[in-house]
Each structure stands twice: as C-alpha cells, then as structure tokens.
C-alpha cells in the first residue's frame, strides 16, 4: 500500500538517511558513551559501570527497535530473510562500518536462525587502549535483547563466541522462538494422530473379538440344542 492509502506520510528508506552529519554524531555518541564508562568505572568502580552500560545500552536498543517498527512495520521474523534484514539494518543504524566490520548469513548448521559475525569492533580498540578491557562485560546481549523488544518480536538471541574472551571474532545465533513453538505443535499433531490410529485400531480388533466369540457363544449354544432333540 502507498503512504496515501495508509494515511501515513511517506518516509525516507532508512538507508538513504546516512550522511556525513549523521556519520559524525553517531561516532561523537559513542565517544561519549565511551567517556561515560570510564567516568563511572573511575569514581564507582567497574563493576557499576557494567552494570548501568548495559542498561543504558538496553534502553538505547529499545528506542531503536520501536523507532524502526514505527517506520518499516513489525517484521516477520519468521521469515529467515527478514530476520536477517532487520538485523543488518538495525546494526548500521547504530554503527558504520568504519565503527564495527560485521555481516550476517543464514545458519551454518542449516537451522531456520541468522548468524551474525563481528571481525573489528571499536568499542574493544577503545577499552585496549584505555586500559580497561579486563573486567568488562560487553553489553551486545543486552543491546540486541532492546532491539527485539522495541520491535515487539520473539526471538531466541545468544552469544556463541565473544573477541573479549579470547574468540576469534564474537559471533551471535539468533532464531524466532514461534518456530520452535510450530515444530512442538507439529510433534503433538503427529502424536496425537497415532494416538488416534492406534485407539481405533485397539477398539477395532477388540469389536472383532467381541463378535468372533458371539458367534462362537451361539454356535456353541445351536449344537446344545441339537444334541437336546436327538
């Protein structure tokens, strides 16, 4: 539909908004987020700073989400190409790729899920070199959790490898729980037919069973009869 048959007004595609002025403030708010953490872990300690930088990033996370689903619409994340859209849009909202080198395929296992795999990310170059890498606990779970909250969507989102703690790159799974909630109903659709076939098959042989020993039972009772009379 057009955004005259909605009654919304039409929108930029969110990736034609990037430019040089956007590319600069998000880079400047992420230097002072980075600021920010060093601030609290200084006056605080680090443990505080974790703490309130994953919740900040969660919040953050949840804006973004709900701001996308206002544009765009609610994706369907059954859909593993969706999924996999929204991911990769969302990123670049929040990042460039002078920022973080990432990119998504579908599940190298052959699952139904998104695999999202982070080579470079400046938030690690940044705590290097403030000396602050030991100790921290990276936020993404808590920011990606945001995302699909502000998109109001189920998914099943979990880290797998993690460059902070010694991985080659930090690599996410990310799979709708609705697919998993299908095959459950599928499993007890396929349970409950050979329930099913197995109790008709029960009643069946036991209706035949009843009538083979009727049949039996008035034989019987016939040849009573007849020995009687002779």
Aim: charged share 30%.
């Amino acid at each position: 539909m057009t955004a005259q048959e909605t009654g919304k007004p039409a929108t930029t595609p969110v990736g034609e908004l990037e430019n040089e002025l956007t590319v600069a403030l998000r880079q400047f708010w992420w230097l002072h987020d980075a600021r920010w953490y060093q601030g609290v872990k200084k006056r605080f300690g680090q443990e505080v700073a974790n703490e309130i930088n994953a919740e900040a990033l969660r919040f953050v996370g949840r804006r973004v989400g709900s701001w996308y689903a206002n544009r765009e619409g609610t994706p369907d994340v059954c859909s593993p190409a969706a999924l996999q859209d929204v991911i990769e849009t969302i990123t670049r909202i929040m990042t460039n790729e002078g920022m973080m080198r990432s990119h998504t395929e579908p599940d190298p296992d052959g699952g139904g899920g998104i695999q999202t795999v982070i080579t470079e990310h400046f938030a690690l170059r940044m705590l290097r070199a403030a000396r602050s890498l030991e100790g921290y606990d990276c936020p993404c779970l808590d920011m990606r959790g945001g995302w699909f909250e502000g998109l109001g969507v189920d998914v099943r989102d979990e880290n797998r490898e993690c460059m902070r703690t010694g991985g080659a790159v930090c690599r996410f799974h990310t799979e709708t729980v609705q697919t998993e909630s299908a095959e459950t109903e599928s499993a007890e659709t396929t349970s409950a037919e050979t329930e099913s076939v197995e109790t008709e098959s029960v009643e069946t042989e036991s209706v035949e069973t009843e009538s083979v020993e009727t049949e039996s039972a008035e034989t019987a009772s016939v040849e009573r009869k007849e020995l009687y009379r002779s």
